[in-house]
């Protein structure tokens, strides 16, 4: 029970940190062909990439995170989600 606790807080944890990240560079990219000219224009020009962006790969990104979040759950690679007897062999 605790290992899949632990697996569904790295696939939220893993879902944020990847549309962060990816929102971030979406971010800062978005300028690059015609400046903005004052805050709100590159607020505006930001938030249209973002949602974009999201559209697009929004699914992808929360998809991938799932199936890491299990693969690591289940292989016992991602803290928290190590069986007890492994961690009591490798001592060994």
Do not use: C, Q
């Not at 971010?27 to 004052?38: I, S």
């Not at 505006?44 to 974009?52: I, L, P, Q, V, Y």
């Amino acid at each position: 029970m605790k290992r899949a606790l632990f697996g569904v807080i790295w696939f939220f944890a893993l879902t944020l940190f990847g549309l962060i990240g990816a929102g971030a560079v979406v971010g800062f990219t978005v300028d690059n062909k015609v400046p903005a000219v004052n805050f709100a224009d590159g607020y505006a020009k930001g938030r249209a990439a973002g949602e974009e962006f999201r559209r697009n790969y929004g699914g992808v990104i929360v998809l991938g995170a799932l199936a890491l979040s299990i693969a690591g759950t289940v292989a016992g690679v991602l803290p928290g989600t190590r069986r007890r007897r492994d961690f009591a062999d490798e001592l060994a």
